[in-house]
């Protein structure tokens, strides 16, 4: 009688176990199959599309994004294209035609390519040449090809965010899919299912710091659904998805010139500038016109780990002798030093190991001569004077210190927002360094040491001197449209919150900048189509046989009715090279006043 309860008591066990079982598995298909269905695991998988992609292949004819556009209407992130696209699961249908051929004819390539671009096709294409670009198709060409009916073939018109020609490239950035940046920057967006892993975000550039308002819709897809043996299913074989909206995606009118831009990274490719960055600002509104940054990099495969995306531009460096211009400007603002008074360079300070750049010396020099001819000797004694506060002091007042780039307090849901990504600060000292160290007072002097500065804030500071005293913030973004190119929000030309400089002390300051052009290190340039102002520098980097050199040259032109603000840095230079920095600046000037004339 026991034996028989047990046995009952065991099958119920077993029953009881199996029920809970079976629930838990009824459950769990459930969550997945309804309840998370689209948003699956912690990565925000959706498994109703994953699942639907088994038996459809897509392509994006457009990302949904907003446009990044010049300030004369380029688009930056590419135009709209007709092109040929094919489907491979869509083989089947093409055996025993000659209807490949067709298409070969018509698009004007040979049928072996499109056979082995088919052939070797694991998800959708589309023609390209040799370079990778996009073939363009005209409009008779696409007519006559959709007319063929081909499954799985067909012509449409596409947007490649990127082409692999266009510039700015540091500037515009690049997109990538990040799960838990989406999760981070979007958690309403997120929980409510309208952002997932498959939600693509600015990784860099205005892509990153404009993502919330280029985000846009969602994106048009063309798609090609089969069955099992990869036949087109009757009545879905080819669907087309986009949402049309009147007012979205929003666009981004940027300060940018895309004809200045594409001229000015002209140039740095063919002066072999490898590493390095130009920036040329407006002097009066403080707009970026152009900004190049170099190594180049590929926006539709961007090797992260290498770095080359970062915008060299808005990334701090030791600015050499460019600095003795904050020197300058203390001296002159405070009075300390009278302009007839003299110093004497023998080549050598004395101690520190500190000596001139001119081994034999220059002799006796004005501070006006010490300037051009850019005398460490002479401004290690004047920066003695003005003491190392005093010299972080102007460096604030210059906007040294601080992100020039176009800030607003409050934009929407954004708190002190910023229009240029990755942009670092500038110092003078590192926080435990004594301001009043004589060695160190006098390294600074001359731009080395802990001095580090970015060069669009080299460039701002250029354009401040030419424009008065007063810095200002540097804009590249003016506007943010509607699709239909009314207004959404319009960026304001802006002060910096610096006390600037004087408009004396500014006047006395552009004396010297185009001393240094007409009798000292900058005579390279003065046989210029316009005269020009600026001031070089040599930042040493490295020691022994690791020496480099990064060669600057800031300045602005025309010198006397001040345009353009330009600074040139030409990075880990070999120090028996001549100043390529000064040689671009001069190109760039002379590109500018040609289209000017």
Not at 301 to 326: M, Y
Request: aromatic residues 8%; positive net charge.
């Amino acid at each position: 009688m026991q034996l028989e309860r047990r046995m009952k008591r065991r099958q119920f066990i077993l029953l009881l176990g199996m029920t809970v079982l079976w629930l838990g598995l009824v459950a769990r298909l459930w969550w997945i199959q309804v309840g998370a269905a689209h948003r699956f695991t912690k990565r925000g998988i959706d498994l109703v599309k994953n699942a639907v992609k088994q038996r459809q292949q897509s392509i994006v004819l457009h990302s949904g994004r907003g446009d990044i556009l010049d300030r004369n209407g380029y688009r930056f992130t590419g135009e709209e294209q007709l092109a040929l696209i094919l489907f491979p699961l869509a083989r089947g249908s093409l055996k025993g035609t000659d209807g490949l051929k067709q298409v070969a004819s018509i698009a004007g390539v040979s049928e072996e390519q499109l056979n082995d671009l088919m052939k070797n096709a694991k998800a959708p294409v589309m023609l390209r040449d040799t370079s990778k670009r996009l073939v363009a198709l005209s409009e008779k060409q696409a007519e006559r090809i959709n007319k063929l009916a081909i499954p799985g073939i067909v012509s449409l018109a596409v947007t490649e965010r990127y082409r692999s020609e266009e510039v700015a490239k540091h500037v515009i950035g690049y997109i990538h899919r990040n799960p838990e940046l989406v999760q981070s920057l979007y958690p309403d967006e997120w929980k409510q299912g309208k952002k997932n892993a498959e939600t693509t975000v600015g990784a860099s550039g205005l892509e990153r710091s404009f993502d919330r308002f280029l985000q846009g819709i969602e994106p048009s897809v063309l798609s090609y659904y089969v069955d099992g043996e990869g036949n087109p299913l009757r009545g879905l074989d080819i669907r087309y998805t986009s949402q049309q909206n009147e007012y979205y995606p929003l666009s981004l009118l940027s300060t940018l010139d895309a004809q200045m831009q594409r001229s000015v990274e002209r140039i740095i490719d063919q002066r072999g500038l490898n590493v390095g960055s130009v920036v040329v600002l407006d002097v009066f509104t403080g707009d970026v016109l152009a900004m190049a940054s170099r190594p180049a990099y590929d926006q539709s495969r961007v090797e992260a780990e290498k770095g080359d995306w970062q915008n060299r531009a808005v990334k701090q460096l030791p600015p050499g002798s460019v600095f003795k211009t904050v020197v300058a400007a203390a001296a002159l603002s405070e009075g300390i030093i009278s302009p007839t008074e003299r110093f004497h360079c023998s080549g050598s300070y004395g101690k520190y190991g500190f000596s001139c750049w001119k081994k034999e010396g220059h002799g006796s020099l004005t501070m006006d001569e010490a300037f051009a001819h850019s005398c460490n000797i002479a401004f290690a004694e004047i920066a003695k004077r003005v003491g190392g506060e005093k010299l972080e002091e102007y460096a604030r007042r210059l906007g040294l210190l601080t992100q020039v780039g176009h800030r607003t307090a409050h934009l929407f849901k954004l708190e002190g927002f910023r229009q240029i990504d990755g942009e670092e600060k500038g110092r003078v000292y590192l926080d435990d360094v004594s301001r009043k160290d004589e060695g160190v007072l006098i390294q600074t002097a001359i731009g080395q040491r802990d001095v580090r500065m970015t060069p669009l804030q080299i460039a701002n500071m250029m354009a401040t001197i030419a424009r008065g005293g007063q810095p200002g913030q540097a804009r590249l973004v003016q506007e943010i449209t509607y699709k239909n190119g009314q207004s959404f929000f319009r960026f304001p030309v802006q002060s910096l919150d610096e006390a600037g400089i004087d408009y004396v002390t500014a006047k006395k300051l552009r004396t010297l900048l185009r001393l240094v052009v007409t009798s000292g290190t900058g005579k390279l340039l003065n046989n210029s189509s316009w005269p020009i102002a600026g001031k070089s520098g040599t930042a040493q980097t490295g020691a022994g046989h690791n020496e480099r050199n990064h060669l600057w040259f800031a300045g602005y032109a025309p010198a006397d009715n001040p345009r353009y603000a330009i600074c040139v840095v030409a990075e880990n230079q070999p120090v028996s090279t001549g100043n390529r920095a000064m040689e671009i600046f001069q190109d760039v000037v002379e590109e500018i006043a040609g289209r000017s004339l």
